[in-house]
């Protein structure tokens, strides 16, 4: 039979599925001979049952409860519902995950008119005992009956301003018992049915509120956010209650290990002398800090600081410990991992480990690759007091402040006046180029995460929220409006890519910074992961960032963000509109020595190191300017035609990667002449270039087949057969994944483009679904995640693990990684280690999260999970 | 050793690869005792080996030829070179398939100037010896020496005017041995060397010029056309030449065992009495009726007419012989299988059944599944003289003449009055739905093949033509310009939807038919097949065409269509334009009673069979009216609005399908509520309704899942649950094939929408690839076929093998079936066969040819291959 209730002796730190971790912890502390107040859990699979029974105890349960009772009232000699002695207890939610908060609690459960006659007797202090009891009503009513707090508060406010009182340890024993009298009207009021005087009923209906707060809003809420699952079910804690108010030798606190916000190695906490728990929480009196218990009882605060120091080498973590003292003797009531920011976790994890508590395969593993990704942007001061005018997509992340321009042009002249603006466009194009660069950031009123301006400016690193609906643009009174606030330019915002926020004004940022222990944690991570960390980047100065973030190469280098620098667009626009042959070589033969220096620049940074350089992908469309109503009259005739005769319906499914190199041969000619140049140049300096060459969008194995040969001709032309550059393909097709054996047979390396990849698999525009029905596909968990942030395993990854396999099969010497954005997501990056990738790709400043992601799941396969 | 050479009496029928067709039925007939002139094979494989050897021939084959030769001399009696008795020979080409006239033969080798005399003395006839010789090195000038053949002609025409002849057969043997004289010189001017005189040194350089007409550009184009390898090669059939010039007792014909025109059983040729074979081909004398040679060579003609017999009997096809009569005794020369029209094919195949020659399984095998159903809708009489002013897609097949309307609204008053339009328009939208309704065809001049007008047209049987960017639209003068021309309103044109051509003025047309002899072969059809044949249809009209055509149900009834008809679209558009879900509700509650009619229609007209719904699939915004620089003007705000806020970047991959379905339950629920409704009544009434109800583009189980709980919900509200009404989905997007063991868990049946899995897994946008780029690729080879019409079954297909053998793991019960216009392709059709679905679907004029190639495939498993 599996038992639905074990005594705290019973468990174990083994069992939090089970007992959940407030639970667990408990049982250890108990098995460790910690002073814990007797007392039993509810297993989490009690509470599944009580769903699965339509909300309903079962008899089993009910048994085992009052089994345990009666082994607790033998452990204490106290009588639950006794009129002597009697037995008060706690209860307490607790799963298996923390979800401090956010479900309920029960305290001195057990009162009744008789029993606070017997806790009278027992503490010698009616109105010690009268407070417990009004306490209780009152939290039973609140929290198991559902009569809201303020009901209750309402009164004691009354008889508090009735009898001219000011706090609560004011009130006499004798208005305690009238307030006592007056919640138990209260209760019948509300609820038709008097205050249940029986003990057992009150246990089990408290039992059963603590499983309804399971699935109460804040908990269902709390649980997405945190990506708890909902079927894991909270256990539920029955504890003698200790008093912490029972006079002068009494007390209650809250202390962390070691500073929760920047993890000094120093006790952290509060305490109240004569009050319980609830106190120091609710903030009704102003707790002490800590440090003063030395003063106030030396030998409770010396006893506590051993017992910080073995729960911290038990648990080998910060703790989160609540501690009652009653009558001079201390009892440890929980403990748990503290929560703590993202700094403090980094250095608590340096000190463990320096400390000899942890090492560091562990330190790795509590990690938070993706947190420690957040530090590395400029970002909002989060003490900061903020106006939030508007929300969208954040886009790109980090934080600017600046001047609102509307044109690139002055966004331009500003910068060269040494002003820093926020370039604002209902969406931008190729043309704003000069403004993305020139402002600090972008913020757009349509586009998704993947449209021109997000994909931009994380190329440049420039913080940018798109899609932000509320934006108005009102041209004839040049200005913008969110919602009735009217702003010009020259009014200052502040954007907020990592979140989305528009905010009102300049506020005050943080710098990022590649802190100390950030450094030790990503060599520790060196030493772990198998997966080699590339970056994409696409110009010198990205470059030299992503080696300075340990880059091991760059694994893809694309090469239409050259072609969109505002002094190229002319010439790329002459080499689309060309009619011939003849002119479109004309306009390529310009732009060779472009290309040539650009990737002369790149070459030149990651000397020695991989460079991955992608020919041409996106349409051509991209490169001319858009055409709507306001722009069409005053454009050339020439480029409009050719726009029209570029529009496609679905550019994503368009003409553009390798069909333009099939298409126009000459740009991509052009392109491997310009990697040819750049890389005899480095030769002849001495230098180590090592380019390689990717065919972006292959589907078919004779695409590849027939581009490679031209690949290869342009470099014997040049002179570098010999330098063997690796010719390989991105695999961001279903079909190239399911011919995959075909293809690899002309391919070195595999590059698998994960944002395309998904878009197809599932036959998802990002653009479009982001903005209409992604969000509520994650919202109604249709998706367990928001698939072009986290790699779809089961879909996609399946594709992915096709790919890698038939490539093999048929070049056993294929590299194999990935470029996509998943490239830098913990999740993913686990698994690209599983399925058996050479490397991962991803944008400089998530290299870090790279590096520790892989090495997390380089550390959790060699443990064998 | 492997042999290059063969002679007939050592091949045989079966060498066909080897030997080619033509050197394969020479082997054969002379195995059967035929009159075959004596002769050897070079094989195919020698062909390959001298392109492989940088167009040289080698030295084993020369001596295999010169072994040949002499054995060869000791059949005829004749010697090669020789001046009395000279050998002469015939050098022809001959691949494994068919390509008349496509590569070269040389007639008349041997001969120079003292075997010329040999030929003399042997036929007493210097006029015709002289004859062959001038023939002899105008053919070898021309085909092996490359000069063009009007260097010679001009001499032959200059000698007949100077001596002021008309006729070739006044020319006396002094003239032409003048001729001779002159030829000789004219190809030392051209070649600057003599004219070769050496016999042997003939043959090896016209063995050469054959294998090089294998490479000429009309052979690779025919090959490109005919989906011929152009791996195969042409074998070179050497063989003893006859001579039907050598009197009046000599001849020369060509004739079928049937008419090709008809299939009636009757011969059907033409021959020459003293001519050699090229006379009859190049028309300089009339030829006269085979029925003739009765009369003009009776003993002849009996006898050709028992090898005609013999030969139909040995080959069981009708045949295309070639024969000589040379002083009284026939020969054959060549024999195969005759090119015939659809409609002799057809009847050809039934009278061979019908006389025993051939079994049904084997007249099925022989079909043109494709051609077959050409004969199925109304085209241009292909005897007409037309005159082709533009070409586009062929959108929509079958032929309409009409004059030209350039709104919906006018195509809907002229139909009023009885007259034919043809629909002229930029692009369609749902709006022009009455027009197309009302006009013959339609003609536009953007759009794919998957375009709005295209794909309704389709639906409706209308003829249609896509995309035809010749057309210019002149609003100013109310006209529209093909090239300098322009056309009004009023104005004849007429559409050939299956072949893109846009021709002025009405033409004639011949009527769609089932003949019997098509009767007949479906029926034959229907015994052997395995799969089941359904139609796309979404209409009753549709329903009771495509019953008539033999589908045993409808596997795809779309409803947007419905939607889309024009006095639904103010409905439709209202529930889309709804702000609030009651505004919707209220438009959804008018469409009700509507959709129920439909669902009713195409109930009652199916009675008894399945017919598979799809809930609505396209995104709302193609309800809506489009919007661009002409219209916005003049439209509704709120309209205008709600467009831009539908607008997809990529609506392929957007807010479409069951996506709907989830964001706006209601209107699915509607639709099934419709569904059930209809049920209701036709069951109520005797009848016995069979729908099944599935959801488009499911790419996550938990899709399916819910829409399926909901499904349920409101068949059990409506009373019919004990009716099972099957509940599947499309699998149209890789990531459902992928995980395709996870939705069967959910589905009755799979119908595998090829269309969109070809898009998605291509990354092809259909509208914009086939305008682009997919034609290049197709041109290229790049890819073996556009994969739009032929199911790409390396990759498409491997998803769709992974989607049925999935789905079969977790749902045995699992019915497959393909409801992708590959349904109606005969080759895609034998991919459904092996890959073990239940059904194909396809539009009502493609069931014959998909009944036939379900056969086809069929068989062809059953006889193992």
Redesign the interface.
């Known amino acids: 039979m599996i038992r639905n209730v074990l005594l705290f002796s019973e468990g174990s730190r083994e069992m939090r599925d089970v007992l959940g971790g407030k639970g667990a912890n408990l049982a250890d502390m108990t098995n460790h001979g910690l002073p814990v107040p007797p007392g039993f859990t509810i297993t989490t699979a009690s509470c599944n049952r009580y769903y699965e029974e339509g909300q309903r105890l079962q008899k089993a349960l009910i048994d085992e409860v009052e089994q345990a009772m009666q082994q607790l009232e033998s452990m204490t000699g106290k009588v639950f519902g006794g009129k002597e002695n009697p037995l008060l207890v706690s209860v307490r939610s607790g799963a298996a995950i923390s979800m401090p908060g956010m479900m309920d609690t029960i305290l001195n459960l057990g009162l009744n008119d008789e029993t606070v006659q017997g806790l009278i007797d027992q503490s010698k202090d009616k109105r010690f005992a009268l407070d417990c009891y009004r306490r209780f009503i009152q939290m039973f009513g609140n929290v198991v009956l559902g009569i809201e707090h303020h009901v209750f508060e309402i009164r004691l406010q009354a008889l508090k301003e009735q009898a001219d009182l000011t706090d609560d340890t004011q009130v006499t024993a004798e208005q305690w018992e009238q307030l006592v009298s007056e919640y138990k009207k209260l209760i019948k009021k509300h609820t038709k049915e008097d205050f249940p005087q029986d003990v057992k009923t009150q246990l089990l209906q408290a039992i059963e509120a603590v499983f309804r707060s399971w699935n109460n809003q804040r908990a269902k809420i709390y649980r997405k956010i945190n990506n708890i699952p909902d079927s894991i079910g909270t256990a539920v804690n029955v504890q003698m209650m200790v008093f912490g108010n029972l006079g002068d030798d009494c007390g209650t606190g809250v202390a962390f290990t070691r500073n929760p916000s920047t993890g000094e190695k120093k006790i952290f906490g509060e305490f109240l002398v004569n009050a319980q728990g609830e106190d120091v929480v609710a903030g009704i009196r102003t707790p002490r800090p800590i440090a003063e218990l030395a003063q106030t009882m030396p030998a409770i605060y010396e006893q506590f600081v051993q017992l910080c120091n073995l729960l911290e080498h038990t648990y080998k973590d910060m703790q989160d410990i609540e501690f009652t003292v009653e009558r001079g003797k201390l009892y440890i009531l929980q403990t748990r991992n503290g929560k703590r920011t993202s700094q403090a976790s980094l250095k608590i994890l340096v000190d463990l480990v320096d400390e000899g508590v942890i090492d560091t395969k562990e330190a790795l593993r509590r990690v938070d690759a993706e947190q420690l990704g957040q530090s590395l942007h400029r970002r909002i001061d989060p003490d900061a007091k903020v106006e939030v005018a508007a929300t969208g997509l954040p886009a790109s992340p980090g934080s600017g402040s600046g001047s609102i321009v509307f044109t690139a042009d002055h966004a331009e002249e500003q910068m060269k006046k040494g002003l820093r603006t926020i370039l604002v466009r209902p969406e931008t194009t190729p043309e704003d180029i000069h403004g993305i660069l020139a402002a600090e950031a972008i913020l757009t009123a349509r586009g998704g995460m993947t449209s021109h301006a997000a994909v931009v400016a994380r190329g440049m690193g420039k913080p940018c929220v798109c899609g932000c609906e509320q934006l108005s643009f009102d041209p004839e009174n040049n200005c913008l409006w969110i919602g009735e606030q009217a702003l010009k330019e020259g009014d200052w915002i502040t954007v907020d890519g990592s979140t989305g926020r528009v905010i009102l004004g300049a506020v005050p940022m943080i710098d990022p910074e590649l802190t100390e222990e950030m450094k030790k944690i990503l060599e520790w991570a060196d030493q772990y992961r198998k997966l080699l960390v590339m970056s994409n980047a696409d110009n010198p100065v990205d470059a030299r960032r992503s080696v300075e973030y340990g880059a091991q190469g760059v694994g893809l280098c694309r090469t239409e963000h050259m072609f969109m620098d505002p002094e190229r667009i002319p010439v790329v626009q002459n080499m689309i509109l060309a009619d011939s042959f003849a002119d479109r070589k004309q306009a390529l033969d310009q732009l060779l020595p472009m290309q040539e220096e650009d990737f002369y620049g790149i070459l030149l940074a990651m000397d020695g190191l991989p460079v991955t350089i992608r020919l041409l992908d996106p349409p051509l469309h991209e490169f001319l300017p858009r055409i709507d ?1 306001t722009t ?1 009259g005053s454009m050339d005739e020439a480029i409009v035609r050719k726009v029209k005769a570029l529009h ?8 553009r990667g390798c ?1 333009l190199g ?2 126009y041969p000459e740009i991509y000619e052009m392109q491997v002449n310009a990697i040819c140049r750049a890389t005899k140049r480095l030769i002849a300096g001495g230098m180590n270039p090592i380019p390689e060459i990717m065919i972006p ?1 292959i ?2 194995v ?2 590849l087949r ?1 581009l490679r040969e031209m690949v290869e001709r342009v470099i014997q032309k040049e002179g570098l057969a010999d330098r063997n550059i690796p010719i390989g393909t991105m695999i961001e ?3 190239a994944a ?2 995959a054996d ?1 293809i690899a047979q002309h391919a070195d390396f595999f590059s698998f483009g994960t944002n ?1 990849l998904t ?7 990002r ?3 982001e903005g ?2 992604l969000q ?2 994650v919202d ?4 367990p995640a928001n698939p072009f942030m986290t790699l ?1 395993v ?3 990854g ?2 992915i693990r096709m790919g890698v396999e038939k490539g093999k099969k048929t070049n056993a010497q294929l590299k194999t990684g990935i470029c996509g954005e998943h490239g830098g997501d913990p999740k993913s990056i686990a698994f690209c280690h599983e399925v058996g990738l050479k490397y991962v790709s991803c944008s400089p400043f998530r290299l870090p999260i790279a590096r520790v992601a892989a090495a997390q799941v380089a550390i959790a396969k060699e443990a064998g999970c």
Request: net charge negative.
């Open positions: 109503e069409s496609e319906s679905n550019p994503m499914l368009g003409h069909r099939i298409t969008l589907g078919h004779n695409e027939i097709l279903p079909r399911v011919t075909q395309d878009q197809t698999t599932f036959a998802f525009s653009d479009d679904a209409k029905f509520v596909y109604q968990e249709i998706l779809d089961d879909g996609v399946q594709l």
